[in-house]
């Protein structure tokens, strides 16, 4: 009988704890039912007008939710006081076009719904709607962050891996978020879209073995052995503006921008996921959808916790 007992309050506490932090989509159902139907207009718009915005704020997620959690910490700008994320690691130097974007989203949802949807939900469901307008799959997005009151400026520099990391430190970052090497061959697969700098990837076109001798001179053209930092190339050349899974059909020639991305098909751990999204983009479709949900699981703050940012660029006074 003790022992029932037990077990129904160990049972309680473990069903408890897990409701207590558990996202769900229908989380605005009630308080805000056209909260999805704002951020899609508001991100159809800008998508549109330039698929650029759209892998900004697809990449604006992942650093946000690496950092402390889903937290959207990275939005937060400077104060006088404390340095905010978004300077800091690898977005110091980033264009201001996510952010911007989130501001717009963020002040139509406002509009519909005062006080209600996070800044941290806006940007799952705006990378969400990014993926889908730029032709990749689309999913439910489970629900019910909270905003942080500070940011984490050294987590963006020791969480964050660079794009000169190889495979062993590529899948530690994940792992220490809880996410595995086959999370990390899916997500990386957001590099379909969106730039990089010549600084990112100069490296890698000059000095990597590893590297398509065709590919590596076709990039050096726009990316000077020295100087010229800021000069951009598509991060997946062949088809730079979809979200397909044309990123996998340039890692199996030899052709991945940053060395990071090369890492992932070069004998080892993940090459043969590498190999299997670039022949079936339906398996990656799937599984990126799938780990973008893992990726958005990651450390939010739920309940009571935080609060609902008024403005994603500062905490409420
Ligand atoms: C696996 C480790 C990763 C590394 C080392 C990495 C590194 C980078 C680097 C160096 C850039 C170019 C930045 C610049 O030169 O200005 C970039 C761009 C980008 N990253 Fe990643 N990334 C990683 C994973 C991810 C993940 C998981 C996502 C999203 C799910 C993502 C989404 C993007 C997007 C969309 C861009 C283009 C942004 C734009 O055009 O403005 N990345 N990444
Ligand atoms: C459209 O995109 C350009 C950059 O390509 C940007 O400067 C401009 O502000 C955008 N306009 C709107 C309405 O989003
Ligand atoms: C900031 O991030 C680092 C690295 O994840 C972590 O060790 C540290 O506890 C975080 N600081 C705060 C104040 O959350």
């Given at each position: 009988?003790?022992?029932?007992?037990?077990?129904?309050?160990?049972?309680?506490?473990?069903?408890?704890?897990?409701?207590?932090a558990?996202?769900?989509?229908?989380?605005?159902?009630?308080?805000?039912?056209t909260?999805?139907?704002?951020?899609?207009?508001?991100?159809?718009?800008?998508?549109?007008?330039?698929?650029r915005?759209?892998?900004?704020?697809?990449?604006?997620?992942?650093?946000?939710?690496?950092v402390?959690?889903?937290?959207?910490?990275l939005?937060?700008?400077d104060?006088?006081?404390?340095?905010?994320?978004?300077?800091?690691g690898?977005?110091?130097?980033?264009?201001?076009?996510?952010?911007?974007?989130?501001?717009?989203?963020?002040?139509?949802?406002?509009?519909?719904?005062?006080?209600?949807?996070?800044?941290a939900?806006?940007?799952?469901?705006?990378?969400?709607?990014?993926v889908?307008?730029?032709?990749?799959?689309s999913?439910?997005?489970?629900?019910?962050?909270?905003?942080?009151?500070?940011?984490?400026?050294?987590?963006?520099?020791?969480?964050?891996?660079?794009?000169?990391?190889?495979?062993?430190?590529l899948?530690?970052a994940?792992?220490?978020?809880?996410?595995?090497?086959?999370?990390?061959?899916?997500?990386?697969?957001?590099?379909?879209?969106?730039?990089?700098?010549?600084?990112?990837?100069?490296?890698?076109?000059?000095?990597?073995?590893?590297?398509?001798?065709?590919f590596?001179?076709?990039?050096?053209?726009?990316?000077p052995?020295?100087?010229?930092?800021?000069s951009?190339?598509?991060?997946?050349?062949?088809?730079?503006?979809?979200?397909?899974?044309g990123?996998?059909?340039?890692l199996?020639?030899?052709a991945?921008l940053?060395?990071?991305?090369?890492?992932?098909?070069?004998?080892g751990?993940?090459?043969?996921?590498?190999r299997?999204?670039?022949a079936?983009a339906?398996?990656?479709?799937?599984?990126?959808?799938?780990?973008?949900?893992?990726?958005?699981n990651v450390?939010?703050?739920t309940?009571?916790?935080?609060?609902?940012r008024?403005?994603?660029r500062?905490?409420?006074s």
């Amino acid at each position: 009988m003790a022992v029932f007992f037990l077990a129904a309050a160990v049972l309680f506490l473990l069903l408890a704890g897990r409701s207590d932090a558990q996202l769900s989509p229908g989380f605005y159902s009630a308080s805000c039912p056209t909260v999805e139907s704002v951020v899609r207009q508001a991100m159809s718009q800008a998508v549109m007008n330039d698929t650029r915005a759209g892998a900004a704020v697809l990449r604006l997620f992942y650093h946000d939710c690496f950092v402390n959690g889903c937290d959207a910490s990275l939005l937060l700008d400077d104060t006088p006081t404390t340095p905010g994320e978004k300077g800091s690691g690898p977005n110091a130097g980033s264009p201001t076009t996510g952010f911007d974007l989130v501001d717009a989203v963020k002040t139509q949802v406002e509009a519909a719904c005062p006080g209600i949807v996070s800044c941290a939900d806006i940007l799952a469901l705006a990378a969400r709607d990014s993926v889908n307008l730029l032709g990749g799959p689309s999913w439910a997005v489970p629900l019910g962050r909270r905003d942080a009151t500070f940011p984490n400026s050294t987590g963006t520099a020791t969480d964050l891996p660079g794009p000169d990391s190889d495979i062993p430190a590529l899948i530690a970052a994940f792992a220490a978020k809880g996410l595995t090497s086959r999370d990390l061959a899916a997500l990386s697969g957001a590099h379909t879209v969106g730039e990089a700098r010549c600084a990112s990837f100069r490296t890698r076109v000059y000095c990597d073995a590893n590297v398509s001798p065709s590919f590596a001179a076709q990039q050096q053209q726009g990316c000077p052995a020295s100087g010229g930092d800021d000069s951009l190339a598509p991060l997946d050349a062949l088809t730079p503006g979809e979200f397909d899974n044309g990123y996998y059909r340039n890692l199996v020639v030899g052709a991945g921008l940053l060395h990071s991305d090369q890492e992932l098909f070069n004998n080892g751990p993940v090459d043969g996921v590498v190999r299997l999204y670039s022949a079936n983009a339906d398996a990656f479709s799937a599984d990126f959808a799938a780990s973008m949900i893992r990726l958005g699981n990651v450390a939010p703050l739920t309940g009571t916790s935080g609060e609902i940012r008024l403005d994603c660029r500062k905490v409420n006074s």
